[in-house]
């Protein structure tokens, strides 16, 4: 629901400001950068922090990808969040390419901006900073392993756990861009020069 908020804010923000002239490309492009620089190098520090402490607690689960036949993964608790970490990166990364290839392409702006905003909502309540960065017990909706949150979840009334930012986030940032190109104007008055 702080999502939907977010994205629909944002593109009035957007609207009403007139963010979506040419002119502002430049500031907007560069508070995306940074945003970007901010999460990978922070996914870089958790990576050093889970390597740093190298908890070897073994930890049981079945695959939630595996499908019927469930497959049992037996790891560590350290090997996980590493694990949790490079999808983290990996989203991010892919995430960045689309978005920058909307933006020279055909000259979108508001998914420049709905990114610079989104991953960082999302990498606050993302487990890994939770218990990594500020310290909280990986009990409840934090314990290992992580449930993907379910995006419509909020919609249709059901509960569902925290997500990892792993493959939830890519899910997320990829539907919420989709949102920000659907508002976009069809027409390509606004490109750059």
């Not at 487990?127 to 449930?147: F, M, T």
């Amino acid at each position: 629901l702080t999502q939907l908020a977010v994205i629909f804010g944002t593109m009035h923000l957007v609207k009403k400001a007139g963010l979506e002239n040419p002119e502002y490309a430049l500031v907007i492009r560069g508070i995306y950068a940074v945003s970007t620089m901010v999460i990978l190098g922070l996914t870089q520090y958790l990576k050093s922090q889970i390597q740093k402490r190298n908890d070897t607690t073994a930890l049981e689960y079945d695959d939630p990808a595996s499908g019927s036949q469930q497959t049992r993964i037996v790891t560590t608790v350290s090997k996980y969040d590493l694990g949790e970490i490079a999808k983290l990166q990996k989203s991010t990364l892919f995430t960045a390419a689309i978005v920058v290839f909307m933006h020279f392409k055909f000259g979108y702006i508001q998914p420049l901006i709905l990114q610079s905003l989104l991953p960082m909502l999302n990498l606050y309540k993302n487990p890994l900073v939770q218990i990594h960065i500020l310290g909280k017990p990986a009990i409840d909706s934090l314990k290992r392993p992580w449930v993907p949150e379910n995006p419509f979840a909020a919609l249709t009334g059901s509960a569902a756990a925290s997500g990892t930012g792993g493959d939830s986030e890519h899910a997320e940032t990829t539907s919420s861009t989709a949102a920000a190109v659907e508002a976009e104007p069809a027409s390509t008055d606004n490109e750059e020069t």
